[in-house]
């Protein structure tokens, strides 16, 4: 099995399905793969659409919501691909985005995880496709929009890499779990997801560990996929998915970054937290499109 391509979905039926006929519609004769839908108890006829239209679909139907992450790693395990693909179900594809990317990844052995150019719906670059690590400087400088203000300064951009070309083949520290390619031999030393991200967050850890086993970790823009964004969980709840999303900062910075931070400024960054997470209560008060995250156009 060349590559296993695995979707959570949860109350996601519409997109899901143009989802999945731009990624069968995409997939050369010539490709084996195996596609996996893990769904989190739909109400929208989710599973149906999904057996009368995609038989050769493998389904994971779980009876409760149990988190993107767990969700995932269900998928994940059920997988036998040499590559896996962790796949949104708000994803538009490309003819040929995959082999693309699988040819390339059978050339770079010492890459472990790869995306392709992730764009909004106006074909604009969604920049948080590549990332880093989220340190306190690099958060601190993209909420005050200092990355903005200054796009090419390595100092000011360093969240977003907004210093990098678009179309430039570059090595990140993290990127996006819309579109995850994974090569398998990662997950074999490192483990699947951390379960204790019930959302968000999950594909940084993931990133974190795989660089610090000495992966690397590649942006690849030879392909590009739309992404939709704001069509799943965080938009059927969006108060829920915004105390998991800040849940899920905290937990990830608590993890992985706090002990080589000053205690001070981890404080600092806890109470920047608990700041940001009550503004976004309130602000979602007064929304009408409530989204998690980056509204994405």
């Not at 050369?28 to 006829?45: A, C, K, P, R, W």
């Not at 400024?265 to 309130?282: C, D, E, P, Q, R």
């Amino acid at each position: 099995m060349d590559i296993s391509f695995v979707i959570v979905s949860f109350n996601t039926k519409e997109i899901l399905q143009s989802s999945l006929t731009s990624l069968i519609e995409s997939i050369s004769d010539s490709l084996i793969y195996e596609i996996i839908v893990v769904d989190n108890n739909s109400h929208d006829g989710t599973i149906f659409m999904l057996e009368e239209n995609y038989p050769e679909i493998k389904i994971i139907g779980i009876n409760k919501n149990i988190g993107y992450t767990q969700a995932m790693n269900m998928g994940l395990r059920a997988s036998s691909g040499n590559y896996l693909v962790q796949l949104n179900p708000d994803v538009i594809l490309e003819p040929g985005s995959f082999e693309k990317m699988l040819e390339w990844m059978n050339l770079n052995s010492d890459v472990g995880i790869c995306t392709p150019k992730v764009v909004n719906r106006d074909g604009t670059l969604q920049k948080q496709c590549r990332r880093s690590f989220a340190k306190p400087w690099d958060v601190i400088t993209y909420f005050l929009g200092l990355d903005r203000l200054f796009p090419e300064s390595r100092l000011f951009g360093r969240y977003l890499l907004t210093y990098l070309k678009e179309d430039q083949i570059s090595e990140v520290d993290a990127v996006s779990g819309s579109c995850m390619f994974i090569r398998k031999d990662v997950i074999d030393q490192i483990g699947y997801l951390d379960e204790r991200f019930f959302a968000y967050q999950e594909d940084a850890d993931f990133c974190f560990r795989a660089k610090h086993a000495g992966w690397e970790i590649v942006y690849l823009p030879l392909t590009r996929v739309v992404h939709y964004g704001g069509q799943g969980g965080s938009k059927n709840e969006p108060y829920k998915a915004i105390k998991v999303w800040h849940r899920s900062y905290y937990l990830y910075y608590r993890k992985n970054l706090a002990k080589d931070t000053f205690f001070l400024v981890n404080w600092f960054m806890y109470l920047a937290m608990g700041f940001k997470l009550i503004f976004s209560l309130v602000g979602a008060m007064f929304q009408k499109d409530k989204v998690v995250g980056t509204r994405k156009p």
